[in-house]
Structure formats: structure tokens, C-alpha cells
């Protein structure tokens, strides 16, 4: 167990709609990421917060949002959904301070649409 | 930009025996974090290993190593004595470092999928 939680575990829904996708971090963990896995594209980083501001973007799409609240979990907002946005988001988050470097995965949130 | 490859889009070992998977990636930093996750049928995303770029000391986790080579920019990964619980896609992933406290995400190679052969 990483210690970083996600939910809903699994999503299914139609084009055109928008889901949240939710994330804990780690206890004590500033910074949270969000990152992409599709079957043709692999791994992609979409986004991260630290302490509650955007510290870096990368591939995120203008129809997805996100944010970092004071409690330090971040929700992931994917509008207008297209076929192609299905895939397997994670969240993930790093304490940004000596060894914490490292990121830890959460389990991944599985986005369907139909 | 970086960029990570890894070449060998399917490995397969015996149970037991001693498998090593590659990575190399492109940098103009020179300070900067390699790791390993592996990513079984589950899907989730486990560390396996991390080394920094500044320790010439490769690092070591039970039965796996790492083989950091920092001029040749590669970065292998050594799994000794294979067991069935290996059996997993395994990413070799660069992160950048920079004074100031902050970083920013991982950049991903595409994967190895190691098969163990019992």
C-alpha cells in the first residue's frame, strides 16, 4: 500500500459527460501528480500541485482541470469526454524534501467512455 | 526535452535465473533522479528502486540492482534469482531535479514486459 488513495476505483460513462476523479496524498506529502495511461500513448503527465498551486504542466488537454485544496488532495476534472479519454488516470504524490523525491502511485482510477 | 527508451519491449527469463532490462535517456541536466516502477496485471505502480544521479554508488534493493552509467546515460536494471511474482511490465522513469525545491513529474520510458517462465 503506497498511501495514496484514489476513488472511484472504476468509472464508466458517455461522451460528451464530466467526471472528478479524487486523490488523497500520502500523509505529509506536498505535492500531488497526475498522470495518464492509455494502451497507445503509455505513461503521460498531465499535471502537478504543491501546496495547493500549480507547480508544473504537461500533456493536459484544456477540457481537464485540476486543483489541490487546503487539505491537500486534488481532484481531476475530465469535461467533454471523448472515446479517446479512456484509460487509467493516477494520482500520485512526493513530499518534495530530502529522500522525497520519490513518487508513489495510488492504485489508478479506470475511466471508460462509451 | 528528456527522453527515456527502453529497447526490449518483452523479456522473458527462467525461474531462478538472472534477467537485465534496459533504459537509457537523453539529459542536458546533470542533477537528476532514475527510477524503476514495476507495474503488474493489477495495474498498480510500484517502486522498485531509485538512484540519484550525483552518487556513483549504483543502488541495490534485495534482488534487484541497478547498472548506472552516467556518461553513457544508461541506467539497467538487474533482477537476480527470477521468481514468478516478477512477472510484470517494468518502467524506467527520469525525473529532473533543480535548486529551488521543486520538481516536476516523471517522464516514462514505454516498457519492458518481463515474462517468467517457471
Known amino acids: 500500500d503506497s498511501g495514496v488513495t484514489q476513488t472511484p476505483k472504476h468509472l464508466i460513462t458517455a461522451t460528451g459527460q464530466r467526471v472528478t476523479l479524487r486523490c488523497s496524498p500520502r500523509?505529509?506529502?506536498?505535492?500531488v501528480y497526475w498522470y495518464q495511461q492509455s494502451l497507445d500513448q503509455g505513461l503521460q503527465f498531465l499535471i502537478q500541485y504543491y501546496n495547493g498551486e500549480e507547480r508544473a504542466k504537461g500533456n493536459i488537454l484544456e477540457r481537464f482541470s485540476a486543483q489541490q485544496f487546503p487539505d491537500l488532495h486534488s481532484e481531476l476534472n475530465l469535461s467533454s469526454l471523448e472515446l479517446g479519454d479512456s484509460a487509467l488516470y493516477f494520482c500520485a504524490s512526493s513530499a518534495e524534501t530530502g529522500e522525497g523525491n520519490t513518487i508513489y502511485f495510488g492504485e489508478g482510477s479506470w475511466l471508460t467512455v462509451v | 526535452a528528456q527522453t527515456v527508451t527502453q529497447s526490449q519491449p518483452e523479456m522473458s527469463v527462467q525461474e531462478a535465473e538472472t534477467v537485465t532490462l534496459s533504459c537509457t535517456y537523453d539529459?542536458?541536466?546533470?542533477?537528476?533522479?532514475l527510477f524503476w516502477y514495476k507495474q503488474p496485471p493489477s495495474r498498480q505502480m510500484i517502486l522498485v528502486i531509485r538512484?540519484?544521479?550525483?552518487?556513483?554508488q549504483n543502488a541495490t534493493e534485495n534482488r534487484f540492482s541497478v547498472n548506472f552509467q552516467k556518461a553513457a546515460k544508461s541506467f539497467s536494471l538487474k533482477i537476480s534469482d527470477s521468481q514468478l511474482g516478477d512477472a510484470a511490465m517494468y518502467f524506467c522513469?527520469?525525473?529532473?531535479?533543480?535548486?529551488?525545491?521543486?520538481?516536476?513529474?516523471?517522464?516514462f520510458g514505454k516498457g519492458t514486459h518481463l515474462i517468467i517462465q517457471p
Open positions: 538512484q540519484e544521479a550525483y552518487k556513483q
Open positions: 522513469a527520469y525525473r529532473s531535479y533543480y535548486s529551488g525545491g521543486g520538481a516536476d513529474g516523471l517522464t
Open positions: 500523509s505529509g506529502d506536498l505535492s
Open positions: 539529459t542536458s541536466e546533470s542533477d537528476y533522479y
